[in-house]
C-alpha cells in the first residue's frame, strides 16, 4: 500500500510541476496549425514573431511519469520499475542573431526507480545539461522546422566502477511534412572521457531519426524513434510512443512507451532491455523532440 501510494504521489508531482503550460497550450497550438498549413498564410516577418512570442522557458522534451515491466521475461520485483523525465529549456535571445537563430539552454534529468523492491532504491538517475543554437527553417514565408546545434553533457553522478559520462556535438533537424507529421534526424559526435564507457557508441548510436504523428485536435499522437548502433550490421535501438489526451483543454495524455534495444540507462547501458511502460506524459505546445 505505501509503495501504491509514493506511485500516486509522484504522477500528481510530475503533473503539478507544469500545470502552468496549459494557460498558452491552446493559444500557441492554434498559432502553430495555422503557422504550419500548406497555405503561406504568414510572411517570414509573422512567422519569426509567433515563435519568438513563444514562453522563454518552457519544456524541452516530453516530461512524464511511467511504470512498467519487461516483455522479454517474467516480470519481477527486481525487474519492474518506474521511470520519469523532466525536461526543460530557457531560451536566452530571440531569432534576431544571424541566420535567424536563437540561443538556449536545456535541462534533461531521466531517472530509473525500483519501487517494487524493499527501500524502492533509485536504480540510475541521468543528467543531461546542454547549450544550444536553433535555427528556423522558413522556405517561401512559411515556416517548416528548424536545425539545432547542441554542446550536450549526460552523466549519472557515480562514482569508482559506476561511474557513466560522456560529452556530444549534437547536430540534428526537425521538418514538417505537414500540420500532422514532422520527421527528425539527428547525430552527434561524441567526447568519452569516461574509461567506464568507452564503447557506448556500440550501444547509444552515432544518430537517431524519429517520426512524430499528431492528429489535428491534437488528442492522439503517436512516435517512433530509430537509434542506429555503431557497425555495419542491421542494429538498433527502438522507441514506440502512443499518447492519448484525456481532456481536451490540458496539455496531459495518457503515455505508452515499449522501449527495445541497449542504452536506455547510462548505468546499464551495455545491456539489453525490452520494457513497457505505462502512465503520463505532458508535451510540449508542438511537436516532440526527441
Known sequence: MNKFLVLILGLFFNLSIFAQEKESTNKIIALYEKMSSRRPMFNADSVRRVIDNRPYFTMFKDNYFLGGFPVNKQPTDMNSDVKFQLSISQRITKSKLPFDTYLFIMYTQKAFWNVFQESMPMHDLNFNPGIGLAHLIIHENRYIGKAMLLLEHESNGKDSIWSRSWNKITLGASVLVNKNLELQLKTWIPIIDSDNNRDILNYAGIFQFSADFMTTNRNFSAAAIITKRQGWNMNFNTVVEL??????????????????????????????????????????TDFSFF
Open 243 to 284: 499518447s492519448y489526451k484525456f481532456r481536451k483543454k490540458e496539455n496531459q495524455y495518457f503515455f505508452l512507451q515499449y522501449y527495445n534495444g541497449y542504452a536506455e540507462n547510462l548505468l546499464d547501458y551495455n545491456k539489453f532491455k525490452s520494457m513497457l511502460r505505462l502512465g503520463f506524459v505532458i508535451k510540449p
